[in-house]
Structure formats: C-alpha cells, structure tokens
T-cell receptor, first 112, second 115 residues
Framework: GEDVEQSLFLSVREGDSSVINCTYT??????LYWYKQEPGAGLQLLTY?????DMKQDQRLTVLLNKKDKHLSLRIADTQTGDSAIYFC????????????FGTGTRLKVLA | DGGITQSPKYLFRKEGQNVTLSCEQN?????MYWYRQDPGQGLRLIYY???????QKGDIAEGYSVSREKKESFPLTVTSAQKNPTAFYLC??????????????FGAGSRLTVL
C-alpha cells in the first residue's frame, strides 16, 4: 500500500548539519516534497524534487533522492534554532487521481 | 496576496453537535483537500476534490461531509457521528497544471476541541 515513513525525532546542536530521512513506497511518484510545520501553524513548502533528479540544492537545503531504494533525505546546513519544527516528506500519487501521502513527520530540536 | 484562509482558527463543540470548518482559496486552484492531524500520526486525508461539484472520500471520511459548489470554497462539516473529532484540521489546494510541480499549499489550520 501507500506509505511514507520517517523517524519521529532528531536533535542537533546549533551550527551542525541536520539530516532528515524518509522512505516512500510508490515508485511512480513524479514529485517528492519537504514541508516544515511550526507549532500551531499550517505546513509550509520548503522544497521539492522531480523524480528524475538525484539531488537538488537550495541555499542551506540539500535534497537527495535514491529512487532505487525509494529513499529521500533533507540536509539542513548550519542548523539554527529557528529551524526547530516538524518536517514532513510527501509523495504525490497521480495514477487515476491526485493524492498526496505524507510521512508522520520528524520533530527537529536544535540545541543552542 | 493569494492564499488559503481557514476559519475559525479555534472552535469548541459540545458532543452531539455538527460544526462546519470554512476553507477559501484565491489561488484559482482546481483541487482542494482536507487533512486531519493528530500528534505523532502525521496527516490523514479526509476528503478531496479535483474539480467543482465533485469530491472523493479519503482514508478517514467517516463522520465527515464536504461540498464543492464553488471553485474557491471547500467547507468541511464534522458531524456528531465522528467519534473522536478533537484534532487539528488542515485545508490545502493544488494546481492541476500538467507542467507544474503540483505543489500543495496549506491554510493555517483550525483546531477543534470537543468538550
């Protein structure tokens, strides 16, 4: 079935790099996404990657996609306390209809 | 500015009452979605609509109802049949353009508490 998995928690020190991992199941997904959610707020798109790409870099964010292993990762360089939030990965299912499947979210805590 | 507006942000309901959560978008998006968020469970899809006057059940539709009479609006009614309605509800929309990344844009959410 459709499933996206993430680890629940990650703790890093300010200035270090954070790596958040995600595995997904639908190999036909055309796009994969990373969203950030701050307390009590909606989800904010951070970045996305097209399925024929291996890597995408956007300022402090680097997305790596291993399509063979269905593994997606988000690296945040020079992590700041303002990066503390929940991070969700998501895939889009386009066969028949458009549905987005979200992971459980990874809560990132940045220690000063 | 284009975006999605959800209201109310906080809502309290007594058991046995129906409540309706509003979701309005001015992004001219065809598709709209309702998700429920519970701690540690991520987002679960309640209902979605690909086009006006059409909608489909998601994974947890029981106890909920929706309508899509206008492109801009996709209200969600939480009925008394929903056994555990206390949650954070998120509305989202997406463009169905074939050349785009189909990015899902979210509202700020509505927190429903049943007393």
């Amino acid at each position: 079935g459709e499933d996206v998995e993430q680890s629940l928690f990650l703790s890093v020190r300010e200035g270090d790099s954070s790596v958040i991992n995600c595995t997904y199941t639908d190999s036909s997904s055309t796009y994969l996404y990373w969203y950030k959610q701050e307390p009590g707020a909606g989800l904010q798109l951070l970045t996305y990657i097209f399925s024929n790409m291996d890597m995408k870099q956007d300022q402090r964010l680097t997305v790596l996609l291993n399509k063979k292993d269905k593994h997606l990762s988000l690296r945040i360089a020079d992590t700041q306390t303002g990066d503390s939030a929940i991070y969700f990965c998501a895939e889009i299912i386009t066969s028949g209809t458009y549905k987005y499947i979200f992971g459980t979210g990874t809560r990132l805590k940045v220690l000063a | 500015d284009g975006g999605i507006t959800q209201s109310p942000k906080y809502l309290f309901r007594k058991e046995g009452q129906n409540v309706t959560l509003s979701c309005e978008q001015n992004l001219n998006h065809d598709a709209m979605y309702w998700y429920r968020q519970d701690p540690g469970q991520g987002l679960r899809l309640i209902y979605y609509s690909q086009i006006v006057n059409d909608f489909q059940k998601g994974d947890i539709a029981e106890g909920y109802s929706v309508s899509r009479e206008k492109k801009e609006s996709f209200p969600l009614t939480v009925t008394s049949a929903q056994k555990n309605p206390t949650a954070f509800y998120l509305c989202a929309s997406a463009d169905r353009g074939s050349s785009g990344a189909n990015v899902l844009t979210f509202g700020a959410g509505s927190r429903l508490t049943v007393l």
